[in-house]
């Protein structure tokens, strides 16, 4: 009952500068929790950067002091800056949300993923 919007993505050159924007809609009644994760060729999928209702971020090893994960909540969407990419960050970027729905259940849902193509 959650559907997760996203765009942003596309091609850039190493050291360049793409945002990828999440808006979540459905029926919600609290986020508790956005995130975004990748998954490149060969590879498992992983988290990049999560944001708590309360604000609080968490990032992956790999992004930290590049990316920077945010949020607008009266838009229910999510952003994540990505600065000095590196051809290792080419991947299909995904967005998640933890919410609580009108009805009170607890869901995790997935957006449909956004292809990031760094060169080198």
């Known amino acids: 009952q959650v559907q997760l919007v996203e765009s942003g993505g596309g091609l850039v050159q190493a050291g360049g500068s793409l945002r990828l924007s999440c808006a979540a809609s459905g029926s919600i009644l609290i986020i508790n929790a956005m995130g975004w994760y990748r998954q490149a060729p060969g590879k498992q999928r992983e988290l990049v950067a999560t944001i708590t209702s309360r604000g609080s971020t968490n990032y992956a090893d790999s992004v930290k002091g590049r990316f920077t994960i945010s949020r607008d909540s009266a838009k229910n969407t999510v952003y994540l800056q990505m600065d000095s990419l590196k051809p290792e960050d080419t991947a299909v970027y995904y967005c998640?949300?933890?919410?609580?729905?009108?009805?009170?259940?607890?869901?995790?849902?997935w957006g449909q993923g956004t292809q990031v193509t760094v060169s080198s």
């Open positions: 998640n949300s933890e919410v609580y729905t009108r009805s009170g259940a607890y869901t995790s849902d």
